[in-house]
């Protein structure tokens, strides 16, 4: 919901994606869209990373620390406490992601510290089905701006909504208009 939220904001990041992906098929019909074109969408992922890392689906994570961790400042925190850390609050930290408000899906053309941007947590504990879910949002995106173009609805304001799972208060509303084939 978030990607299709952002794209609609940004009609020209919008078209990008729908040049990419049909260039990707080359004709080809959409329902053939192959697991290794998946690789081939550099632009559309960019735009995928960056509304996750505006809007992560799971906002905060929790570890039990196995060992004592010296911090920079030469504080510790000792084995068995247990950190929360804000992954909403990482990827909106300006000291790593400068103007976080902004969506830029350029920021992920380069290269950045990898723990900058953690949408499906990091380490040993991260989610399993990061590759699976990140394949789902390429196909699903895919072929909803092959057949749509996705437009914000302007009667009604989006609000971020922090809950075990990002939501917006009262849903993400938009409006979808079928993309009228040329005679």
Same mark, same amino acid.
């Given at each position: 919901s978030w990607i299709?939220?952002?794209?609609?904001?940004? #009609?020209?990041?919008?078209?990008?994606?729908?040049? /990419?992906?049909?260039?990707?098929?080359?004709?080809?019909e959409t329902e053939q869209i192959e697991w290794?074109?998946?690789?081939?969408? #550099? !632009?559309?992922t960019m735009c995928i990373k960056e509304s996750l890392r505006l809007h992560p689906p799971v906002t905060i994570?929790?570890?039990?620390c196995t060992e004592d961790v010296n911090l920079p400042d030469g504080r510790v925190i000792p084995k068995g406490n247990v950190c929360v850390v804000s992954i909403f609050g990482t990827h909106h930290n300006p000291a790593v992601w400068p103007e976080p408000e902004v969506y830029n899906p350029?920021? !992920?053309?380069s290269t950045h510290h990898p723990l900058a941007f953690v949408p499906f947590s990091a380490g040993p504990r991260n989610c399993i089905g990061q590759n699976f879910a990140m394949a789902e949002i390429k196909v699903a995106l895919a072929l909803t701006l092959l057949r749509f173009v996705v437009r914000l609805d302007e009667r009604r304001s989006v609000q971020r909504k922090p809950q075990l799972i990002l939501?917006? /208060?009262?849903?993400?509303?938009?409006r979808v208009e079928p993309i009228r084939a040329e005679p």
């Open positions: 299709l939220y952002n794209l609609a904001q940004h #009609p020209k990041y919008q078209d990008q994606c729908r040049a /990419e992906i049909q260039d990707l098929l080359q004709g080809r290794k074109d998946l690789s081939f969408m #550099p !632009f559309t994570i929790s570890r039990r350029y920021r !992920f053309d939501r917006a /208060e009262n849903g993400l509303w938009l």
